[in-house]
């Protein structure tokens, strides 16, 4: 039994020695993680420290220190130099961005890419299965593609700048996947990986998969703040860094063309493992120079195409470093031992036969013509012309989860900025709204419209909270 009497000693949490199975640090770490992820564990709550910790369940205090540092590898749990351990924001907050919600309403917050131009790649597949041969799209050659799918997506990658010829572009089935074949692939559990503040949540969802620890970086107008990295790099010994210059999601803040310089400086003197995702690239009307450009022997270039063309076909093309070539190769094929020849051939026809262009500047126009009523009903908000979505910041007394979930009961889905939160730097006064995905403008606008009447009536009122 403890030394120490608990019975007036407040702590933050008590678990039940008797719920402990060995190994120890293992079994305490699980029974942090279920009380994290059914909300008796909030976030921001301030843990124990780990000697009381120790002495109240009478165990050693390094079985303590292993539980608190592998609830910290699964992203649970934070430390804060001179304060104390802390539940992270998002630990218990639903990050995905893919809902099962079926429920009639103005959707807003799930991304749906215009989906106009289906039709014309459906009839160019028929096209397709009708040729000699077609067939061999069925079996199980060419795994990651043949050559002549290599050689369009490097075509594709060079439009970019990109040096990508046969040898280092790869095929991967999607760019969640080609995200999550790098992560598997190059990183370690514990690895720390920098990321801005506000980041794309399915990739926060595979970095606590696969136990790796995000780091946040701060922006400002021009991207993320390179003394902010400097200093990340130096103290918390930053193995990659994760970002989208084009645009980020769901802030839409582009990198400059200086920050990039500075950015791919801090990579190199660093030996940082670097993943430009890139899957807007394609729709900006100014020709988008990569990252990659400026620190191409460290740096991963994902351009998916389920945002420019067709996400039904889950395919993102690859620039690779000569480095990272064979553990990704190695990587790919064993978590999907085949892409899809059929998705891959039709992603290349798409390109070859010039529908790819046809259909981008669609979407492109269509994109501005949302926005344009976005920006009418939220003229002082910034705004990102040709994005799929836009970041609108709150009131003070307003977070973006509250907004999410009193705009559900009114028939309109949005995401709030919890989804998208690493770490505790950001504020969680905003939202991001899917311009894209209403059926139509008409729908759009009124989506829109019942947003701004919700926002006008918190103004004026006491901040609100959801427990």
Not at 241 to 257: E, Q
Not at 414 to 420: D, I, L
Request: proline residues 6%.
């Amino acid at each position: 039994m403890p030394v120490n009497s608990f019975d007036d000693y407040p702590m933050s949490w008590t678990p039940d020695r008797e719920d402990l199975k060995f190994p120890l640090y293992y079994s305490l770490a699980d029974l942090m993680e279920r009380d994290i992820k059914s909300g008796k564990l909030s976030a921001n709550t301030k843990l124990p420290p780990q000697r009381e910790l120790a002495d109240y369940l009478d165990l050693n205090l390094s079985t303590i220190t292993k539980a608190y540092k592998l609830c910290e590898m699964r992203g649970l749990i934070h430390a804060v130099t001179g304060k104390g351990t802390f539940v992270t924001p998002y630990a218990n907050v639903p990050t995905s961005t893919v809902e099962k919600n079926t429920a009639p309403g103005i959707e807003l917050a799930v991304i749906h890419p215009f989906y106009e131009s289906n039709e014309a790649i459906r009839d160019l597949t028929i096209d397709i299965l009708k040729k000699p041969f077609s067939e061999q799209l069925f079996e199980y050659s060419h795994p990651l593609g043949d050559r002549g799918q290599i050689l369009t997506a490097a075509r594709w990658l060079q439009r970019f700048g990109l040096d990508a010829d046969e040898h280092n572009t790869m095929i991967a089935a999607g760019a969640q996947n080609a995200l999550a074949t790098i992560l598997s692939s190059l990183f370690e559990a514990g690895d720390r990986i920098a990321v801005d503040t506000y980041t794309y949540p399915n990739f926060i969802s595979l970095a606590n998969l696969l136990y790796l620890q995000l780091v946040p970086i701060e922006n400002d107008a021009w991207g993320m703040c390179p003394e902010r990295l400097e200093n990340a790099c130096v103290l918390q010994k930053i193995k990659g860094i994760y970002m989208m210059p084009a645009g980020g999601n769901p802030t839409n803040i582009a990198f400059s063309d200086a920050r990039k310089k500075e950015i791919a400086r801090i990579i190199k003197e660093r030996n940082l493992i670097a993943v430009e995702d890139d899957n807007y690239a394609a729709l900006l009307e100014k020709p988008y120079s990569p990252l990659a450009l400026d620190a191409p022997e460290h740096c991963i270039y994902v351009s998916g195409l389920s945002k420019p063309l067709c996400p039904g076909l889950r395919i993102a093309y690859l620039y690779l470093p000569d480095k990272y070539v064979n553990p990704m190769e190695q990587g790919i094929f064993s978590q999907n031992l085949k892409i899809s020849s059929l998705n891959m051939e039709i992603a290349a026809e798409i390109i070859r036969s010039g529908l790819a262009w046809k259909i981008i500047q669609k979407k492109r126009n269509a994109a501005i013509a949302r926005n344009e009523i976005y920006s009418s009903c939220f003229p002082e908000s910034s705004l990102r012309k040709e994005s799929y979505y836009q970041w609108l910041e709150l009131p003070d007394n307003l977070s973006g989860r509250l907004c999410e979930a009193e705009l559900s009961c009114r028939g309109v889905s949005v995401f709030g900025a919890e989804r998208f939160t690493v770490g505790n730097q950001g504020k969680t006064n905003a939202v991001r709204i899917a311009t894209c995905s209403a059926k139509n403008e008409e729908q759009l606008r009124k989506g829109l419209e019942i947003l701004l009447n919700f926002i006008r009536q918190q103004e004026d009122r006491e901040p609100l909270f959801i427990v």
